[in-house]
């Protein structure tokens, strides 16, 4: 894969993630639950792509991949009612965009050529980029931004730990607002940048030896 095609798969990655992480509400209980969500997608939707695979269903690959993952999608969704209804009201449509963000980035599509072992190993490397990225960054926006960490909790409940009292946060509230976040995001594109270019220059220096 050429270096413009990196870049290219990069950037759609990058919308992929903002659609998803922007509009979803800045506590942990929140982010969590999306994030599981598209984990989810990830798994099942690589194993679903084998299976089509396996039955020769190659033309209507796409067809069916988008109506089963909408469907474990909804029936993700019906399981947070019924768990934790607080929860699925406040992210309301949010959780299908998973779905949407998925097909944008292509990831249902990524290394399919390999065996489903390679491929799940392959794509092991961007799902714990999620996983890590994701929470990291509903845990400090819910820490900072509202002082608080939140989790599921009893009895449909959500769990609230007060971190920081309200005199506390000052000007770290700003993470809990729309413009906040997006700062967050730029912050930590530019680290995700910086430390891409550090391991580079060291993979040319041990060829170049």
């Known amino acids: 894969m050429s270096n413009t095609e990196k870049q290219k798969n990069i950037y759609i990655t990058i919308v992929a993630f903002l659609a998803i992480l922007i509009p979803t509400p800045g506590r942990f209980v ?3 639950t999306v994030i599981f969500e598209m984990v989810l997608l990830m798994v099942l939707g690589t194993l679903l792509d084998e299976l089509i695979k396996k039955l020769k269903l190659t033309h209507l690959k796409t067809v069916l991949l988008m109506m089963i993952i909408l469907f474990i999608s909804v029936f993700y969704r019906q399981i947070i009612v019924i768990l934790h209804p607080e929860v699925a009201l406040v992210l309301g449509f949010v959780l299908y965009l998973p779905p949407i963000s998925l097909f944008l980035m292509g990831f249902l599509y990524r290394n399919n050529d390999l065996p489903l072992k390679n ?14 990225f994701g929470l990291i960054f509903f845990l400090i926006r819910d820490i900072l ?17 007060v971190i920081l009292t309200s005199d506390k946060l000052e000007i770290f509230s700003f993470l809990a607002s729309i413009p906040g976040s997006l700062m967050l995001l730029g912050l930590f594109l530019y680290l995700h940048i910086f430390v891409s270019q550090k391991i580079n220059i060291i993979k040319n220096a041990e060829v170049q030896k």
Request: aromatic letters at 20%; one cysteine or more; hydrophobic letters at 40%.
């Open 145 to 161: 931004g509202y002082g608080t960490f939140t989790f599921f909790g009893n009895c449909h409940q959500i769990y609230e730990k």
């Open 30 to 32: 929140y982010g969590f």
């Open 119 to 132: 491929r799940l190993l392959k794509n092991s490397i961007l799902i714990l980029t999620v996983i890590i």
